[in-house]
């Protein structure tokens, strides 16, 4: 396999550093989750549904948060958003374990609405450190970052909510959270490349930026995270109803462990593959999976296809909004990417439950492939319109005569 894709990016300065604080900042992130649901399941004595409730306000917070944070580095640099940021989670973290539960649930909205905008923050940077043309690698390794994140950040919470206490965890992984936002304050990571303006730019108008192309995909990457979300419910279901749910965190693994080899291909073949048609074989290799029947084994490979598409697939949205979005509103447009992402996960996994109860379960993957599946196709008349146009325009300027 050609590595110089790889080497060449990672020749570029300041992007070694950024990628390992970008694994270390991600993984009490994806802990908050599952710390969240053990916490008002073990210590406040709720159901599940509640604690999905938590999760939900934390959910639909960040999605609201993310492009207003990215807006505010755009306009004003990125330690003032990380330096509030780190406070508020520093306070929602250290005060959680002494809430109830009525105020734990607006308290969590507004946690989300600050959010630590690492994820934006780090593609953000990646755009401004590394040229347009080395960019895939880069974000193929960003995208197997934040695969390591989710395989160890979910594991070390379970562990120590199970073996010391769900508070405890808390206090844990909000540690964690903000000993990231400080290791990002300190680092500073550039948010525009060194010939692009810095300081306070004259706001682009949204009408400009945020055009067909763009809102596509982002509609793209929502639909991609909707197949992930409830791909990971179908899994337990799956399993559940074989009498094999103690293989859970096996498929699972195995399914993490394609998508990063999936990223690595992804990153160093010479050509790249358009978001679209990467979201679109991915809905399509989800669809079949339960076929696979409650069989671990069987459901392993069935998951190898649709996981090994799962990285190449957000690192070529995250590519796409870094190339479409101009530097001043990029903060911006990378939180919509991350709202768009969360907001598929949040509706993925919900979407599939309804459908298990509804059915059974391996209609859990054929449901939300076949959605994710149409929302790629919705896009795709534009897709073509964008790539007749590209194609006309060469034509075009030959018509045009050369001055002398």
Same mark, same amino acid.
């Given at each position: 396999?050609?590595? $110089? ?5 990672l020749a *570029?300065? &300041? ?21 969240? $649901?053990?916490?008002?399941v073990?210590? /406040?004595?709720?159901?599940?549904? #509640? ?7 934390? $959910? ?15 306009r ?8 509030v940021?780190?406070v508020?989670?520093?306070v ?20 989300g609405?600050l ?8 593609r *953000?940077?990646i755009? #401004? ?5 080395r960019?895939r690698? #880069? ?6 970052s934040?695969e390591l ?8 919470a ?5 073996t010391?206490? =769900?508070r405890? $965890?808390l !206090?844990?992984?909000?540690?964690g ?11 500073n ?9 810095? &300081? ?8 400009? !930026?945020?055009?067909?192309?763009? /809102?596509?995909?982002?509609?793209v990457?929502a639909?991609a ?10 899994v337990? =279901?799956?399993?559940?109803a074989?009498?094999?749910?103690? !293989? ?8 993490a ?9 992804y990153?160093?073949v ?15 290799? +989800?669809?079949?999976?339960g ?6 084994w ?9 996981g090994?598409?799962?990285a190449?697939t ?10 479409l ?20 996960i ?7 439950g ?8 391996? !209609?859990g ?5 076949a ?25 075009a ?5 050369? +001055?002398?």
């Amino acid at each position: 396999m050609n590595l $110089t894709p790889y080497r060449q990016a990672l020749a *570029q300065p &300041g992007l070694r550093s950024l990628l390992l604080v970008s694994v270390l900042a991600r993984i009490p992130l994806t802990a908050t989750g599952v710390t969240l $649901t053990f916490f008002v399941v073990l210590d /406040l004595g709720r159901g599940y549904g #509640a604690a999905g409730l938590i999760g939900a306000a934390l $959910t639909v917070g960040a999605a609201i948060g993310s492009p207003l944070l990215g807006r505010l580095v755009d306009r004003y640099g990125l330690r003032p958003v990380l330096a509030v940021t780190t406070v508020a989670e520093a306070v929602f973290w250290a005060s959680a374990p002494a809430l109830s539960y009525p105020v734990l649930l607006p308290a969590a909205f507004f946690a989300g609405l600050l959010a630590l905008p690492v994820f934006s923050v780090i593609r *953000q940077s990646i755009a #401004a450190l590394v040229p347009q043309e080395r960019r895939r690698p #880069a974000y193929a390794l960003d995208s197997m970052s934040v695969e390591l994140s989710f395989m160890v950040g979910p594991a070390l919470a379970v562990a120590l909510a199970t073996t010391v206490s =769900a508070r405890f $965890t808390l !206090w844990a992984v909000g540690a964690g959270v903000v000993g990231a936002g400080i290791a990002l304050w300190l680092m500073n990571p550039p948010t525009r490349s060194a010939d692009e303006p810095v &300081g306070p730019q004259p706001r682009v108008p949204r009408r400009v !930026w945020l055009t067909p192309r763009l /809102l596509a995909v982002l509609a793209v990457s929502a639909g991609a995270t909707l197949v992930l979300g409830g791909t990971d419910v179908a899994v337990v =279901a799956v399993l559940r109803a074989g009498g094999e749910v103690g !293989w859970t965190g096996a498929v699972l693994a195995m399914w993490a462990v394609a998508s990063l080899v999936g990223g690595f291909a992804y990153g160093a073949v010479k050509r790249s593959f358009s978001p679209l048609a990467l979201a679109a074989a991915l809905s399509l290799c +989800t669809i079949p999976v339960g076929l696979g029947g409650g069989h671990w084994w069987l459901l392993c490979l069935a998951l190898v296809p649709a996981g090994a598409l799962c990285a190449p697939t957000l690192a070529a949205t995250a590519d796409a909004v870094s190339r479409l979005a101009p530097a001043g509103v990029r903060g911006e447009a990378m939180g919509l990417h991350g709202s768009a992402v969360t907001v598929g996960i949040a509706l993925g996994a919900p979407l599939a439950g309804a459908v298990i109860d509804a059915s059974v379960p391996l !209609w859990g993957f054929a449901v939300t492939g076949a959605v994710g599946l149409l929302l790629t196709l919705a896009v795709l008349p534009l897709e073509l319109r964008h790539r007749r146009a590209a194609a006309v325009v060469p034509d075009a300027t030959d018509l045009v005569p050369a +001055t002398t």
